[in-house]
Structures are given as structure tokens and as C-alpha cells.
T-cell receptor
Framework: QQPVQSPQAVILREGEDAVINCSSS?????VHWYRQKHGEAPVFLMILLKGGEQKGHEKISASFNEKKQQSSLYLTASQLSYSGTYFCGTESDKLIFGTGTRLQVFP | EAQVTQNPRYLITVTGKKLTVTCSQN?????MSWYRQDPGLGLRQIYYSMNVEVTDKGDVPEGYKVSRKEKRNFPLILESPSPNQTSLYFC??????????FGNGTRLTVT
């Protein structure tokens, strides 16, 4: 079953923050985050493994709460280049992607 | 350069005409997978392969076939395409447990 991502869409001004959530009904081994720009392939951002660690990539970080089977992606001080669709992929017996969150950053 | 190469990028065909979308990776990855992407549905897995001669169904395998005769290649075969297979297709590969590397996608239209 696909993980549920929320919100479905976010509109931001440059410099604003956003949080994207990913929730699964299954016990998870790991969570992947990818970003896809329009017309391009998804690009890997980060993997979070069981253990609740938080990871960072520039001003983008993420957390993984394995007890709640949830992960959140934090985008701080957003830049125009952050625009795109963000997918979480949850891994239990196999990797399954969510339906995506479309993020648009305006000047 | 490490990459996943899909061909063709764009394909328009008619119902029932067999087609193959090729996928090749040069990173010696064990794991390869095919996804289709449709608006509002995200990336849904069609088939995947953990190694040569080992393939398994994903979430939406109906109407598709795959083969993994060599480690680097993982073609997607549509024996009798139908309009509901019109979609954007991505091939991806990874080392086991590592991040996925995606190809550039194949936009398929079946009329």
C-alpha cells in the first residue's frame, strides 16, 4: 500500500519554510526522499534508516519516527531551486513511493 | 559517467503493436526496477529484479513483461499495448539497500 504524503501541494515565497509528511501503515526499515523537477527524472535526496536519525542535505533535512511509521522532510529558507515534486519511498519488504507533494517557490 | 539509459525517450504506437523499452546501467548494480508515473498516482512499480535471471512483480504488472539476462540490461516489453498503458515510464537501478538512480524516462502514448 502506498504511503500517504501530505500536503499534496505547497506554495511558498523564497525564504519561507515547509514540512512534507509521509506516513505508512507498515513497519518500516527505511524511508527514501527524492525530488523530481518538471520533465526530469527523480533525484535522490536522502535515506533515513530505522533508528530515528535525522539527516540533512543543504537546508533540507528529514526525520524518521519508526514507531509512528512516519517521516517528515523539512525545507528551511526555501530557494527557487527547491521547486518540484517530492516523493517519499517507504521500505518494508520492498520500496513503495507515495503520490508526491508538489512544491512551488516564488520570488 | 555513471548512468541509467532508457530508450526511446518518446514513443507513439497503436493498440496491439508489440514494443520494447530498453534500459541499461553501467554501475554494476544488482537491483533494477521499472515504474510508471501517472498524474496524482506517483511512481508505481511494475516489475523489479534483484539480480540476473531473478525478476518479480511490482504493484502494477498486468500487461507488461521483463527479462534480466544480463546484469546491465532490463528491458520492458509490452506484448499488446493498450491505451491505458499510456504513461511516463522510468527505469531505475541501485546497489542493494542503496539509493535509486533513475533513467530519463520514456513517454509512451498508445492510440
Amino acid at each position: 500500500q502506498q504511503p500517504v504524503q501530505s500536503p499534496q501541494a505547497v506554495i511558498l515565497r523564497e525564504g519561507e519554510d515547509a514540512v512534507i509528511n509521509c506516513s505508512s501503515s507498515k513497519a518500516l526499515y527505511s524511508v527514501h526522499w527524492y525530488r523530481q523537477k518538471h520533465g526530469e527524472a527523480p533525484v535522490f535526496l536522502m535515506i533515513l534508516l530505522k533508528g530515528g536519525e535525522q539527516k540533512g542535505h543543504e537546508k533540507i533535512s528529514a526525520s524518521f519516527n519508526e514507531k509512528k511509521q512516519q517521516s517528515s522532510l523539512y525545507l528551511t529558507a526555501s530557494q527557487l531551486s527547491y521547486s518540484g515534486t517530492y516523493f517519499c519511498g517507504t521500505e518494508s519488504d520492498k520500496l513503495i513511493f507515495g503520490t508526491g507533494t508538489r512544491l512551488q517557490v516564488f520570488p | 559517467e555513471a548512468q541509467v539509459t532508457q530508450n526511446p525517450r518518446y514513443l507513439i504506437t497503436v493498440t496491439g503493436k508489440k514494443l520494447t523499452v530498453t534500459c541499461s546501467q553501467n554501475m554494476n548494480h544488482e537491483y533494477m526496477s521499472w515504474y510508471r508515473q501517472d498524474p496524482g498516482l506517483g511512481l508505481r512499480q511494475i516489475y523489479y529484479s534483484m539480480n540476473v535471471e531473478v525478476t518479480d512483480k511490482g504493484d502494477v504488472p498486468e500487461g507488461y513483461k521483463v527479462s534480466r539476462k544480463e546484469k546491465r540490461n532490463f528491458p520492458l516489453i509490452l506484448e499488446s499495448p493498450s491505451p491505458n498503458q499510456t504513461s511516463l515510464y522510468f527505469c531505475a537501478s541501485s546497489a542493494l539497500g542503496a539509493p535509486l538512480h533513475f533513467g530519463n524516462g520514456t513517454r509512451l502514448t498508445v492510440t
